[in-house]
C-alpha cells in the first residue's frame, strides 16, 4: 500500500453518520439504515442529499473539500486506491451516497470529528449545526446495541476505565477510522488509500491509546499472514509462500494471525487473478491447517471446479457437504456438476 498525502481528497465510503446529525440513522451500523435516512432527508426537505449535505453540514463545519458528488476538483485531487495486491484500482462509485458516498480529506475529516468536541475557545459540541444535547444523544449507546453504538458513533473501552467514540468505513481501495475522547478532548484519524489499509489502524490508534492513557490496550495487533504471502507469492511463488507459512507459523506464531480466513480469502484473491493453480495450493493448505472446517473443503472444490478437475471438486464438496450437512453451496455445486 502507498501512503497518501494529507492534503489528498479521499474518495471513499465512510458511513460516518453526518445524517445520524440530524437523528434519522435508522441502523445501527447498517448500511441499508443510511441509505433509507438519505431518502428521508430528500423526501422531507425537497432537496437532493448531496446539496442538502453541502448546505447544511459540510460546509457550515468547514469541509471544504468534502462532497458527497464525485467532482471534477474532487477527482483532480484524488490519491490513488490501491488493491489487496498492492496494484491501482479505479474509485469505486456508489448510489447508495448516504452509506457509501462521502469524497473528504484527513483534515476535514478531522474537522468533523472535532466538531462533536467542546471547542479550544469555548465553542460548544455541535459547533451550532447541533445542539450539545444532540451530540451527547449521538454520542451515547443505544440500549439494543449493548453498550456498544449510538446515532452513528460506537463506542471503544480504553485503558484506565476511559471510552473513545468514533467510526470506520471501507470500500475496495480504501480505510478510514477516527476515534475522540469527549472528556478530554483528543482524537485520532487515519486514513488509508489501500484494500489493506485497515490493518494499518490497529498499530497505530494502540500507540495513541498508550499516548492519551499511559497504558496500551490490551488486544495484540497481530498482522495477517495472508498480506505476507501475498508478498511472497509476488517475488517468489506459491510453494515459496507455503514453506514461510509452516514456518511462521513454527516460530512466529503470536506475531500473526493464522485464521482459516486469511487462507481462505487469500485463496480467493487468487482465484480473482486466474491464477487458480496457486490458489488450489492455498485451499489445500486450507484443509491441511482446519480439517475439521467445512469452507476449506468448500473452496478446495470450487477450485478444482475452475480448474476443471470434475472428480477432485466433487470429492471436497462431499467433504464439506459431511462436516456441515447445512452447506447449501456445495449441495448445488454437486448438482450442477450432476447436470454437466
Given at each position: 500500500?502507498?501512503g497518501s498525502?494529507?492534503?489528498?481528497t479521499?474518495?471513499?465510503?465512510?458511513d460516518l453518520?453526518f445524517?445520524?446529525a440530524?437523528l434519522?440513522?435508522?441502523?445501527?451500523?447498517s448500511?441499508?439504515?443510511?441509505t433509507?435516512?438519505?431518502?428521508l432527508i430528500?423526501?422531507a426537505?425537497?432537496?437532493v442529499?448531496?446539496d442538502y449535505?453541502?448546505?447544511q453540514?459540510?460546509?457550515p463545519?468547514?469541509?471544504?473539500?468534502?462532497?458527497?458528488?464525485?467532482?471534477?476538483?474532487i477527482?483532480a485531487?484524488?490519491?490513488?486506491?490501491?488493491d489487496?495486491?498492492?496494484?491501482?484500482?479505479p474509485n469505486?462509485?456508489?448510489?447508495?451516497?448516504a452509506a457509501?458516498g462521502?469524497h473528504?480529506?484527513v483534515?476535514?475529516?478531522a474537522?468533523?470529528a472535532a466538531?462533536a468536541?467542546a471547542g479550544?475557545?469555548k465553542?460548544?459540541?455541535?459547533?451550532n449545526?447541533?445542539?450539545p444535547k444532540?451530540i451527547?444523544?449521538?454520542?451515547?449507546?443505544?440500549p439494543?446495541?449493548?453498550g456498544?453504538?449510538?446515532?452513528?458513533y460506537?463506542?471503544?473501552s480504553?485503558p484506565?476505565?476511559?471510552?473513545s467514540k468514533?467510526?470506520g468505513g471501507?470500500?475496495?481501495?480504501w480505510?478510514?477510522y477516527?476515534?475522540?475522547i469527549p472528556?478530554s478532548?483528543e482524537?485520532?484519524?487515519?486514513v488509508?488509500?489501500g484494500?489493506?489499509?485497515?490493518?494499518?489502524?490497529?498499530?497505530v490508534?494502540?500507540?495513541?491509546t498508550e499516548?492519551?492513557?499511559?497504558?496500551?490496550p490490551e488486544?495484540s495487533?497481530?498482522?495477517?499472514?495472508r498480506?505476507?504471502?501475498i508478498?511472497?507469492?509476488?517475488?517468489?511463488?506459491?510453494?515459496?509462500?507455503?514453506k514461510?507459512y509452516?514456518?511462521?507459523k513454527?516460530?512466529n506464531?503470536?506475531?500473526?494471525i493464522?485464521?482459516e480466513?486469511?487462507?481462505n480469502?487469500l485463496?480467493y484473491?487468487l482465484l480473482?487473478?486466474?491464477?487458480?493453480?496457486?490458489?488450489?495450493e492455498?485451499f489445500?493448505?486450507?484443509?491441511a491447517a482446519?480439517p475439521?472446517?467445512?469452507?476449506?473443503?468448500?473452496?478446495?472444490?470450487?477450485?478444482?471446479?475452475?480448474?476443471?478437475?470434475?472428480?477432485?471438486?466433487?470429492?471436497?464438496?462431499?467433504k464439506?457437504?459431511?462436516?456441515?450437512?447445512?452447506?447449501?453451496?456445495?449441495v448445488e455445486?454437486l448438482?450442477?456438476?450432476?447436470?454437466?
Amino acid at each position: 500500500m502507498t501512503g497518501s498525502k494529507s492534503n489528498r481528497t479521499c474518495s471513499h465510503a465512510l458511513d460516518l453518520g453526518f445524517e445520524s446529525a440530524i437523528l434519522l440513522n435508522l441502523g445501527a451500523n447498517s448500511g441499508g439504515g443510511y441509505t433509507i435516512s438519505q431518502l428521508l432527508i430528500e423526501e422531507a426537505t425537497g432537496q437532493v442529499f448531496a446539496d442538502y449535505m453541502r448546505e447544511q453540514i459540510l460546509r457550515p463545519l468547514g469541509m471544504l473539500r468534502s462532497d458527497y458528488r464525485l467532482t471534477k476538483e474532487i477527482l483532480a485531487g484524488s490519491s490513488v486506491a490501491y488493491d489487496g495486491w498492492g496494484e491501482p484500482t479505479p474509485n469505486p462509485r456508489f448510489t447508495a451516497e448516504a452509506a457509501a458516498g462521502l469524497h473528504t480529506t484527513v483534515e476535514d475529516l478531522a474537522t468533523f470529528a472535532a466538531a462533536a468536541l467542546a471547542g479550544p475557545d469555548k465553542q460548544l459540541p455541535g459547533r451550532n449545526i447541533l445542539k450539545p444535547k444532540t451530540i451527547e444523544l449521538m454520542l451515547t449507546p443505544a440500549p439494543a446495541s449493548n453498550g456498544t453504538y449510538g446515532l452513528g458513533y460506537s463506542t471503544r473501552s480504553l485503558p484506565k476505565a476511559k471510552t473513545s467514540k468514533g467510526h470506520g468505513g471501507s470500500n475496495r481501495g480504501w480505510q478510514a477510522y477516527f476515534q475522540i475522547i469527549p472528556e478530554s478532548r483528543e482524537g485520532i484519524v487515519v486514513v488509508t488509500n489501500g484494500s489493506n489499509g485497515g490493518h494499518v489502524h490497529c498499530p497505530v490508534f494502540s500507540a495513541w491509546t498508550e499516548w492519551v492513557t499511559g497504558d496500551r490496550p490490551e488486544s495484540s495487533c497481530r498482522k495477517p499472514i495472508r498480506l505476507a504471502l501475498i508478498s511472497t507469492i509476488l517475488d517468489d511463488g506459491v510453494e515459496a509462500a507455503l514453506k514461510q507459512y509452516r514456518e511462521l507459523k513454527d516460530t512466529n506464531p503470536e506475531d500473526y494471525i493464522f485464521s482459516e480466513g486469511q487462507l481462505n480469502n487469500l485463496g480467493y484473491q487468487l482465484l480473482g487473478k486466474e491464477r487458480v493453480k496457486d490458489a488450489i495450493e492455498i485451499f489445500k493448505l486450507n484443509v491441511a491447517a482446519f480439517p475439521e472446517a467445512s469452507n476449506p473443503y468448500d473452496s478446495l472444490g470450487e477450485g478444482y471446479m475452475k480448474n476443471g478437475d470434475k472428480e477432485l471438486a466433487i470429492r471436497n464438496y462431499m467433504k464439506s457437504l459431511e462436516l456441515n450437512p447445512d452447506n447449501t453451496n456445495a449441495v448445488e455445486m454437486l448438482k450442477k456438476m450432476e447436470n454437466q
